[in-house]
């Protein structure tokens, strides 16, 4: 019992860099996957094919294999910088925490654009043009009518997103990140508990789970009722 008390304390340390690493992909695929999904919608010419590649190679390709690309890719291309331009630049520069945070946020911007274009195409085209013709510009057209209903629409795919984040972090332990996996792989190689302290991960990990899906779950009443009114 006290080996699972100390193992529950120290995967607990893990957290922070679990909810950071959700936290900060979730935000930046937000910003950035409106503004995607917002040049898909208005098929803004070139950019919206360069998008299009974009979404289909990031949702085709292993994160793992994205997390490695970055966090190996990074210092040989500042180690090819230096050497053409004869820079100084350090190779390790990046904390690894850093790059899980660029990684996870590239991952969720192909997504969370896909989820929040698909919001657009659900709201009427014609509360558009009413909006128009009352003299709103475009500008306050998609912050005040389009864009609040099309993340209704999206909230379902937006909130499995979310918990989809959490469960991914797993993989950030491969670069050498201590959040719930990787702290709990290193309990587990130490003491040769590994059924035990993978429980406790487990736990962990649906915990925050059930927190994330009763919070959106909320937002998806509240939302829903103004949608359909």
């Known amino acids: 019992m006290s080996f699972m008390i100390e193992a529950f304390l120290e995967v607990l340390k893990g957290v922070p860099y679990t909810l950071a690493i959700s936290i900060v992909a979730m935000i930046v695929g937000l910003l950035v996957g409106s503004l995607f999904a917002l040049i898909q919608y208005r098929r803004v010419p070139v950019l919206s094919q360069i998008i299009t590649v974009y979404n289909s190679f990031m949702r085709s390709t292993p994160l793992i294999v994205q997390?490695?690309?970055?966090?190996?890719?990074?210092?040989?291309?500042?180690?090819?910088?230096?050497?053409?331009?004869n820079w100084q630049l350090n190779p390790?520069?990046?904390?690894?925490?850093?790059?899980?945070?660029?990684?996870?946020?590239?991952?969720?911007?192909?997504?969370?654009?896909?989820?929040?274009?698909?919001?657009?195409?659900?709201?009427?085209?014609?509360?558009?043009?009413?909006?128009?013709?009352?003299g709103l510009s475009r500008?306050?057209?998609y912050t005040r009518i389009v864009l609040p209903q099309a993340y209704g629409y999206a909230l379902p795919n937006i909130a499995n997103q979310f918990i989809m984040l959490i469960k991914g972090t797993s993989l950030a332990f491969a670069i050498q990140i201590p959040e719930i996996m990787g702290v709990s792989t290193v309990i587990a190689?130490?003491?040769?508990?590994?059924?035990?302290?993978?429980?406790?991960?487990?736990?962990?990990?649906?915990?925050?789970?059930?927190?994330?899906?009763?919070?959106?779950?909320?937002?998806?009443?509240?939302?829903?009722?103004?949608?359909?009114?």
């Open 67 to 85: 997390l490695f690309i970055f966090y190996y890719g990074l210092p040989a291309l500042i180690l090819a910088l230096n050497a053409q331009f």
């Open 92 to 134: 390790d520069m990046f904390h690894p925490l850093a790059i899980a945070f660029v990684a996870f946020s590239l991952h969720a911007v192909a997504y969370l654009s896909e989820s929040i274009k698909g919001g657009l195409l659900a709201v009427s085209h014609d509360q558009y043009e009413a909006a128009q013709t009352v």
């Open 139 to 141: 500008w306050h057209v």
């Open 189 to 229: 190689n130490e003491g040769y508990r590994f059924v035990e302290v993978y429980t406790i991960a487990v736990i962990f990990y649906w915990a925050v789970a059930i927190v994330l899906e009763y919070i959106f779950h909320r937002l998806e009443f509240r939302t829903t009722r103004y949608l359909h009114v």
